[in-house]
C-alpha cells in the first residue's frame, strides 16, 4: 500500500496559486510503502502534479501576465467621460480659488455649450441637472479676473464654449437706403409685416391696396397707424406694408410696430414718446388654448349635484 503526502508552500507575491489545495496543486511529494520502500509513484498520479512555478515567468513586468484596467476609474460610473470633465473641473477650481475675481455682471459674457451639443460632444447620455452642476463651475471659473486667469484655464475652458458665439454677433443697424426708405419688421399674434417707411404726403398702401380697403373696421385703422398719429408724423410720411398671416387685428397691430421702427430710425429722439404710446414693445399675448373638460380656454361647464 502507498500513501502520498504533499506540501503547498505560501507565497505571498503569488497566493492564487495555492488557494484551492488538493493533489493538483502538490508541490512536494514524497512515496511511503508499507512494505517497499522502493515501490515506483504510479504513472497514472504524475499528470495530476503542480508544475513547478517559475516567478520570473510570473512577474508583474511580464507583459503577458499584465492585468487589464480601465483607463480612468470613472468607467464603473457609466458616463466616463463626462464624469472626468466634471472632476477636472472641480480640480481646477479647487487649484485657481485663491485668484481673484470680478463681479458676475463684470464677467465676459460666454455662450457654453446647450445639454444637445454637449451631449453630442461626450457622446453620453448625460441629465441636464448634472450638465447645470458642469456650468455653475464653469461660471464660477469665469469670473476670475482676465487679467490673471492661467493658460491652462482657458484651455479647459475653450471646449465647453460654442461654437459660433452669439454674443460676439452685431446686430446690423438699421438705415435709409438710397431710395430714402426706412425699413421695420412688426409682429403681432400670428401675423408679420414688413413697413417701408418714406417721407410724403400720408399716403397709406397696405398689399397694395389702400387702408380703407384693407381693414374695414375702423379700430383696425386706427391701430395700424397709431404710431404716426401719437406722434403727429400722419401727413409727413408714406407708408407702404406688406403683411401675412392671421386676422385683421393681429394685422393692423403688426404694422403699429414695424411703423414705429421705421420711424426710429428717422427720428430716433422719438423713441421715448413712442415707447409711451406703447408702439416700441411687441405684444406678447396670443388666444389662450382650450383644455380638454372645458366648455372654452378656462369656462368649466356647469356643475350639477344630480
Known sequence: MIAFQWFEPWLPSYPGLYHHGGLSNARNVTVKSCGNEHSPLPALLEPLLHPPVNLTQNSPSNPQNARVVPASPSYFTGRPDSTDNYLNLLALLRRYQTLPTVAPAQAPRVAWRTVTQYRLLVGEPIR??????????????????PAVMPAPLKEAMEIYKRDIDPYAVTKRPNIIDADGRAYGVGRRKSSSAKVYLVQGEGEVLVNGKSINSAFGRIHDRESALWALKATGRMDKYNVWALVSGGGSTGQAEAITLGAAKALMVFEPALKPALRRAGCVTRDPRRVERKKPGHVKARKMPAWVKR
Open 128 to 145: 441636464a441637472s448634472k450638465y447645470h452642476k458642469v456650468v455653475e463651475v464653469l461660471q464660477r471659473l469665469n469670473r476670475i479676473h
